[in-house]
């Protein structure tokens, strides 16, 4: 066996401090939105039940108003993308779905996510057909491209000074 020697000058620590951030596979964004959505909708079914025992004729009277089901579409999702924002800027880009596949959101340049990005990435998945914007190589959705942030995967990724 011969040794490989590094072409003349080349210095082996140039880049040893340079982070190094690998996103996110789509498999595990597609874990981390099916985790945290049946987080949500098990969330929201508890506080209705908790409105429900509050009021026990709640949900009737709300069932029988017109247009309760395109109220309860925007609603839900402006709930939605609050509970995602909320979580995310709690946990600093983390939320269930993200804890379990040791992924996190990072504004583009690696740093952790501002308020600002949170709010915009919490309230860009209640625009219809966000989850479809996921589609394709390399995973870029909306929420991603609008708040100017990416999903690392932690465990792949080279962080200096953490």
């Known amino acids: ?10 210095d082996l620590l140039l880049h040893f401090d340079t982070p190094q951030y690998i996103a996110a596979s789509s498999g595990k964004r597609l874990a981390n939105y099916l985790v945290d959505l049946v987080l949500f909708y098990l969330l929201l079914v508890i506080v209705l039940l ?7 004729d709640f949900i009737v009277n709300y069932l029988n108003t017109p247009d309760s089901t395109i109220l309860e579409r925007i609603l839900i999702l402006v709930f939605y993308g609050l509970y995602m924002f909320s979580i995310e800027a709690i946990f600093k880009g ?31 998945r209640a625009v219809p057909f966000n989850e479809f914007s996921a589609l394709g190589r390399p ?5 991603d491209k609008w708040s100017k942030t990416m999903v690392i995967d932690e465990k792949r990724s080279v962080q200096i000074n953490e």
């Not at 066996?1 to 080349?10: N, R, T, V």
């Not at 983390?94 to 919490?122: H, M, N, W, Y």
């Open 50 to 56: 908790l409105i429900e025992l509050a009021n026990p």
């Open 94 to 124: 983390k939320s269930p779905g993200k804890f379990i596949t040791g992924t996190r959101a990072v504004s583009l340049d690696g740093e952790q996510l501002t308020f600002s990005q949170a709010l915009q990435r919490g309230f860009s």
């Open 1 to 10: 066996m011969h040794a490989q020697h590094l072409p003349q000058g080349e």
């Open 139 to 143: 995973t870029r959705p909306w929420h």
